[in-house]
């Protein structure tokens, strides 16, 4: 059996950036239109009037303060409220794999690794921007990896530490020598932008790590993955029903269940005592205490719920420095999250330090990943 570490990792984040202040004045004067536009219905009852979002709760509810996207044009204009997006002739590199091979190529150089040394790529998301062929595959050959093999995977908010374990049984087995895992979360397209209960939550990046055997490490600072723990249970309270079959059932785009829909007070009771359980299982597995990590690079979907889980792991207020919080500068950013919280805060812990990355979202889905710095 060989050790798996992490040895490289990479970020891109999307090129425009949206104010809470940008977001809420468009969703604030698309409310207006569709009132007035609606007035009669809505004084006989027929309709709901809209009510306006407000910068306060948003950073109060969830601790968001901006997000990145791929277009925020078409987000902002409030006759469309959605990301305007032009079509790639099929021959281009689509976007979504665009995003990965930027944050892969840092990652890469950040190993001290090339495409010669991959022999497994694995694209984890929370949604593809296609079917088939596999991003993974596009993303591979972008890069000029010549060898191995490459798919795609989707766990929702838990597609990069799933990923994560999937790579660490490879190398552990010899299945592969180096794995390239990326995270392109393009969340702008399937956000649900009308509508104020979630408008705010999302945001795009692309994040990107290497895995490979401990004893073949060429990177000055990589990470031992000690162990893996998964779990799922089964929720409709984050569901989207977006796919091919919406077109077979005459669907239309704009039908509210087709974007991003959750229960977001359910989710927030339910995955709460689920992740703290959950981590403080994984360590004892291992014969660890919380006490005794260094740093949690917890799932970013919201503040609240991070110091929750924080205060249940350690007894008391989770500092910044025990777990910090990437979201008010990214939002959520479905699977990318924990691994942009790990990529930015890892580099001031010390060798044979403990850190703890774990996921927790749609399924619902939970995977945590124990590492020590070597
Ligand atoms: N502005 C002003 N008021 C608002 C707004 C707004 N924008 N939105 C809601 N309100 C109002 C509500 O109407 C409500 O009013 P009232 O009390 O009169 O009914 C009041 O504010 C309180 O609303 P909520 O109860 O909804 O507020 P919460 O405090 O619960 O906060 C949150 C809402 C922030 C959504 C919170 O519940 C939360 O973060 N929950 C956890 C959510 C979570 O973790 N979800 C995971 C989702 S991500 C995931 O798993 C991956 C999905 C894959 C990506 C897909 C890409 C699109």
Redesign the pocket.
Known sequence: MHRAVISGSGLYAAPDLISNEEL?AA?NEYARRFNADNAERIAGGEVAAL????V???E???GIRQRRVVEKSGVLDPQRMRPRLTRRPDEALSLQAEMAVAAAREALANAGRTAADIDLVICAA??MQRAFPAIAIEVQHALGIAQGAAFDMDV??SSATFALDLARQNILTGAARAVLIVNP?V?????AWKD???????GDVATALVVERADETRADECWEILGAKLATRYSNN?R?NQGFYSHCEDRDPDDRDQ??M?E??K??KE?CPMAAEHIAAHLADLGLQPAGVRRFWL?Q??I??NQLIGKRLLGREATADDAPIILDEFA?T??AGSIVAFHQHRADLQRGDHGVLCS??????IGSLVLRKL
Do not use: T, W
């Open positions: 809420v969703y009510e306006p979002s407000s306060e709760f948003i109060k509810a969830s929370s949604a929702a908010c979360e969340c702008s397209v399937g956000l104020r209960d979630c408008h705010f939550i999302f984050i989207s974007y991003f959750q977001g007070r989710v927030f995955v799932h979907a919201n609240a719920m959520n479905a699977s927790f979202g749609a399924g619902y889905s």
